[in-house]
């Protein structure tokens, strides 16, 4: 057997353990599990959280581990090196399907990438479950524990299945994203060791299973426990990452210095649910499972969890795992955040149709980087998916972020049922006009996934042969009903651009090239940009270097500034700059959009705002959406 790194003296005297099974991501620590801990404690329940990821990580490598876990789909990577441990299958799944294209290029950025080496990494993986759970049956707990969310739930059957092989009176359960409404039924049966199932938000119900069975033996009959949402917030116990922390500088020291736990990012959340969704969900989102209620914390709780976080553990940086950030933040929190935690850095998934005033709030109180949920940038896309916004403003959005500094993570969805080529060919021509904004993370197809509504409705989507992943009948056994366990499904939509491959090839070359241009800039200053910078007290200099052979340089009067630089609807553009608005538009510069013309130029906040300030005192117009305070 390969020799692991020890782990016994990680594990405390608890009655109850957690397990972070691979492959979650290893940058930060799983706020569901240390939610369940501080629960359980505050009942007066002694329990300890392992990271198995992160064991993981040591034995691969971190580079391949993450890659193992990028990789997730549509091929799921992870769960497949898990399938001999699992399920007792061989390599790579049980119908010895070749390897896909997706696959390769997987496998490609793996250093065992070879069939070989593989199969060798399963043979460690199979013998690493067994020494894991060795030494966990070895501590004597009563209950342990898996989570599952995304590319966990191979890893979590392995441990589950060793460790009652090492002491079969552990009562072992399972719980998390995997396991909402029917998936809890197809994860039941995957192995006859998993003694319970948690489906939903389950702290309350963990809790009152722990308490009855610690004190007189007493189970619950039914193998599945479905948990209601959480009403109140504030009730939650703040979480504690020190088992992270203590087990992250233990396991990959070697691969990072211990001052990159600075680095390291905190998950914390405000709010559960989307207020959006409650609303109108958007038809591809599957997120929030069952359950569709918004909830929020009170600002006051937020503000002491926060305290005690940025205090207790070394970090710069906190990650909000808001579906959606609530807009109460901008009564008042946010002054709070940006009073208290200089230096913390916050990141948040935020809808796109915020205004450059509420971005420029985020960037002052310490933002980073946020996720719009920006899938489209066309409008009878957007509006296909249900998004409640429009392209023009995804595109501010993009430019307002440059403007500001802000990181923006975003991906460009293609193949929606009732789409046009004109959508697509339009998405094309923009693309090449908003190369200095950051381009989308992926380009993809579409997933069709559970609990989204083209799942619930296909037929009425025109979405035909609705079934799971292929990935998912080469990683599960027969007897599995992939049905009851898969999250992600493809059906056959019928599209322009999934069935005319010239147009889709053509999509994701402008964006990969696009990719390479950001990519590949030493430093920030070669991005590509559209620049305006004051040279006099009326004269501005514009630096347009999107088209590489062909860098422009203007000089322009400040009302010709004034006119590229001011988003704000046709058909009030003001007669004294139609001639400076008709040369931005020749000029690609302004763009009309949506009924609007919608700048695409770059400069420094504070030049944007004296200029906006500009066209009102102009034209005496309030109509526009500018940055001012």
């Known amino acids: 057997m390969p020799e692991f790194k020890e782990i016994s003296h990680l594990l405390g005297d608890g009655d109850v353990l957690l397990v972070v099974p691979p492959f979650l991501g290893i940058e930060r620590p799983s706020m569901a599990a240390h939610l369940l801990q501080t629960s359980a404690i505050a009942a007066g329940i002694k329990c300890d959280v392992f990271y198995a990821n992160l064991s993981m ?3 691969l490598g971190p580079d391949n581990y993450l890659a193992c876990w990028k990789f997730a789909l549509p091929e799921l990577l992870g769960e497949r090196l898990f399938v001999r441990a699992a399920y007792r299958l061989p390599a790579f799944g049980c119908h010895g399907y070749p390897l896909s294209k997706h696959l390769e290029e997987a496998a490609r950025t793996l250093e065992f990438a070879n069939p070989h080496h593989i199969a060798h990494v399963e043979s460690v993986i199979d013998q690493w479950a067994e020494f894991i759970a060795k030494r966990l049956a070895e501590r004597n707990y009563l209950v342990i524990g898996l989570t599952t969310t995304f590319a966990q739930t191979g890893a979590s059957v392995a441990l589950i299945n060793a460790l009652k092989k ?53 189970l619950p009959r039914q193998k599945i426990i479905t948990s209601r949402g959480i009403e109140d917030l504030d009730a939650l116990e703040t979480p504690a990452y020190d088992e992270y922390v203590a087990q992250y500088r233990y396991f990959l020291a070697s691969a990072y210095s211990t001052s990159s736990l600075g680095a390291l990012m905190l998950p914390y959340e405000t709010s559960r649910g989307c207020w959006w969704g409650d609303k109108h969900p958007c038809r591809f989102c599957g997120l929030n499972g069952t359950l569709h209620s918004y909830r929020q914390k009170s600002p006051d709780r937020v503000i002491k969890d926060l305290r005690v976080l940025t205090k207790s553990y070394p970090t710069k940086e906190v990650f909000m795992t808001d579906n959606i950030m609530p807009n109460e933040l901008y009564r008042g929190l946010l002054q709070t955040l940006h009073n208290e935690f200089k230096g913390i850095k916050f990141s948040y998934e935020v809808k796109s149709n915020i205004t450059p005033s509420q ?8 933002f980073w980087h946020i996720q719009p949920g920006i899938e489209a940038i066309s409008t009878p896309l957007l509006r296909r998916m249900r998004k409640g916004v429009l392209a023009w403003q995804n595109i501010r959005l993009l430019r ?26 339009e998405t094309m021509q923009l ?31 025109g979405i035909d042969h609705l079934r799971p992943l292929p990935a998912y009948s080469e990683i599960y056994p027969e007897f599995v009903d992939l049905w009851k366990i898969a999250y992600h499904f493809t059906g056959n939509i019928t599209s322009p651009v999934l069935q005319n491959h010239e147009l889709k090839g053509s999509i994701i070359l402008l964006c990969h090239e696009w990719n390479q241009r950001w990519q590949q800039s030493d430093n920030r200053t070669q991005i590509p940009t559209v620049f305006l ?25 400040r009302k010709t500034a004034m006119a590229i630089i001011v988003d704000r609807v046709q058909n009030k ?57």
């Open 57 to 59: 990580a040591e034995i």
């Open 166 to 218: 090492a002491n079969s009176k552990i009562v072992t359960l399972i719980g998390g994203a995997n396991c909402e409404g029917v998936m809890a039924e197809g994860v039941t049966s995957l192995s006859e060791h998993i003694d319970f199932v948690f489906s939903g938000e389950s702290e309350t119900a963990f809790v009152s299973f722990l308490s009855r069975y610690l004190s007189d033996g007493g």
């Open 359 to 366: 971005l420029r709030i985020l960037k002052d109180v310490g």
């Open 400 to 425: 307002f972020a440059r403007i500001l500094g802000l990181g923006v993570s975003w991906n460009l969805l293609l193949g929606f049922p009732g789409d046009k080529e004109e959508d697509y060919l």
């Open 431 to 461: 693309i090449t006009k908003i190369v200095h904004l950051q381009p989308p993370l992926n380009v993809t197809p579409i997933n069709i996934d559970r609990f989204s509504e083209y799942f619930d409705n296909a037929d009425a989507y």
């Open 533 to 557: 910078q004051p040279h006099t007290q009326d004269l501005f200099l514009l630096l347009d270097t999107r088209t590489p052979s062909d860098t422009k340089t203007s000089m322009i009067n």
């Open 573 to 629: 553009n003001p007669q004294q700059l139609a001639s400076e608005t008709k040369w931005g538009l020749d000029e690609n510069i302004l763009i009309a959009l949506d009924g609007r013309y919608v700048s695409l130029v770059i400069a420094d906040i504070d030049v944007v705002a004296e200029l906006e300030s500009g066209f009102r005192c102009l034209v005496g117009s309030q109509d526009i959406a500018g940055v001012a305070l």
